[in-house]
């Protein structure tokens, strides 16, 4: 007989318990009393959100966008539904797996959500320059939102909409458009070449990454 609820605390000890190599997900899961299928998204969502995930009781609201951008991670062969869960701070396989059943379905992706707080953290006023050093910090890691927003202590839809203002517009998508830094709009060539540069230097580090798993990829299937 499973138990109806366990507290956030209970979870979380059950999970480092696993994580210890105290048990297997059987063997815990009935010591925890619930089965087994629940406990292994516990520790998924420990995995990609940290214990925090089991406190938090807002809905994250994504966009459209946003669900393309992790379908299409996933449909390019990018990654595994794990990896982009954790990537996108997503607490469970079957919330991306239901985006990319409506998109192969050729069904309407609507935003999502009742615009509570996000999963990382709460957003906060940047500068330029912080901008200029999140986008680059989250391109030269493959992409990771939520490293850069644990990192630099901003919201995952900060690091998300930043990044995509840049690879729309470049380091111009980066300023602060209501007009209130004026030195942010004014600009020099040379300090323009020297961000520009930066993100170049982020880019490539991002594509050996890609190279060097790729490498890795072909070692394994030769084995």
Same mark, same amino acid.
């Given at each position: 007989?499973?138990?109806?609820?366990?507290?956030?605390?209970?979870?979380?000890?059950?999970?480092?318990?696993?994580?210890?190599?105290?048990?297997?997900?059987?063997?815990?899961?009935?010591?925890?009393?619930?089965?087994?299928?629940?406990?292994?998204?516990?520790?998924?969502?420990?995995?990609?959100?940290?214990?925090?995930?089991?406190?938090?009781?807002?809905?994250?609201?994504?966009?459209?966008?946003?669900?393309?951008?992790?379908?299409?991670?996933?449909?390019?062969?990018?990654?595994?539904?794990?990896?982009?869960?954790?990537?996108? +701070? &997503?607490?469970?396989? @079957?919330?991306?797996?239901?985006?990319?059943?409506?998109? #192969?379905?050729? !069904?309407? /992706?609507?935003?999502?959500?009742?615009?509570?707080?996000?999963?990382?953290?709460?957003?906060?006023?940047?500068?330029?320059?912080?901008?200029?050093?999140?986008?680059?910090?989250?391109?030269?890691?493959?992409?990771?939102?939520?490293?850069?927003?644990?990192?630099?202590?901003?919201?995952?839809?900060?690091?998300?909409?930043?990044?995509?203002?840049?690879?729309?517009?470049?380091?111009? +998508? &980066?300023?602060?458009? @209501?007009?209130?830094?004026?030195?942010?709009?004014?600009? #020099?060539?040379? !300090?323009? /070449?020297?961000?520009?540069?930066?993100?170049?230097?982020?880019?490539?580090?991002?594509?050996?990454?890609?190279?060097?798993?790729?490498?890795?990829?072909?070692?394994?299937?030769?084995?």
């Amino acid at each position: 007989m499973y138990k109806k609820r366990l507290s956030p605390e209970e979870k979380i000890h059950f999970i480092e318990k696993y994580k210890r190599g105290e048990g297997s997900y059987a063997s815990i899961a009935a010591d925890a009393g619930v089965d087994r299928r629940s406990f292994r998204q516990w520790v998924r969502n420990y995995d990609a959100c940290g214990p925090d995930v089991f406190f938090k009781r807002h809905h994250q609201r994504y966009s459209v966008e946003f669900k393309e951008t992790a379908i299409h991670d996933y449909l390019s062969g990018v990654d595994s539904q794990d990896a982009i869960c954790r990537k996108y +701070g &997503l607490r469970s396989r @079957r919330q991306l797996q239901d985006w990319i059943m409506k998109y #192969n379905s050729h !069904e309407e /992706l609507k935003p999502s959500g009742t615009g509570g707080s996000t999963i990382v953290t709460k957003g906060r006023k940047t500068t330029f320059d912080e901008r200029v050093s999140i986008v680059e910090d989250c391109i030269a890691n493959g992409r990771d939102y939520a490293l850069a927003a644990e990192k630099f202590d901003v919201s995952y839809q900060q690091v998300y909409t930043w990044v995509r203002k840049y690879d729309q517009k470049g380091i111009e +998508g &980066l300023k602060d458009g @209501r007009g209130r830094r004026k030195p942010e709009s004014e600009m #020099n060539e040379l !300090e323009r /070449l020297r961000y520009e540069n930066r993100m170049q230097k982020a880019q490539l580090l991002q594509k050996q990454m890609e190279i060097d798993f790729l490498k890795k990829l072909e070692e394994l299937e030769r084995r």
